[in-house]
């Protein structure tokens, strides 16, 4: 079975910075492209950072370019979220998934087939 499990969230002031993990099984982990995606209360699903499973391209949304970074080790089969300079408007359940979206799609959730169960992230100010 394909797992995921994402983990790291916590409070945080405004300007901090945390490290999310997703550690996987289940899966040919270098085959699949990987993202994370953000959730507030009441607002859809947001993709906030995602990374090709061909050559390693990441992609951000303008709003957290600069400061967010995903990463993976492929030994571990676990992916990263490295968020600097968090804002309160960043608040929110962080997911992580897995899939084969197409180039222009990676950050629609619609285009990740496995996810884990997210970690909330809580930024004050």
């Known amino acids: 079975d394909v797992q995921l499990q994402a983990s790291g969230g916590g409070s945080v002031q405004a300007g901090g910075s945390l490290r999310l993990s997703c550690t996987t099984s289940?899966?040919?982990?270098?085959?699949?492209?990987k993202a994370w995606f953000r959730q507030a209360p009441g607002k859809e699903r947001e993709g906030v950072a995602s990374?090709?499973?061909?050559?390693?391209?990441?992609y951000y949304p303008l709003s957290v370019k600069g400061r967010f970074t995903i990463s993976v080790d492929s030994a571990t089969s676990t992916v990263f979220l490295q968020m600097d300079s968090l804002k309160p408007e960043e608040s929110g359940v962080y997911y992580c998934?897995?899939?084969?979206?197409?180039?222009?799609?990676?950050?629609?959730?619609?285009?990740?087939?496995?996810w884990g169960k997210g970690t909330l992230v809580t930024v004050s100010s």
């Open positions: 998934a897995v899939g084969h979206p197409h180039e222009d799609r990676m950050r629609i959730a619609s285009e990740y087939n496995y």
């Open positions: 990374i090709d499973s061909i050559d390693g391209s990441t």
């Open positions: 289940g899966f040919t982990f270098d085959d699949f492209a």
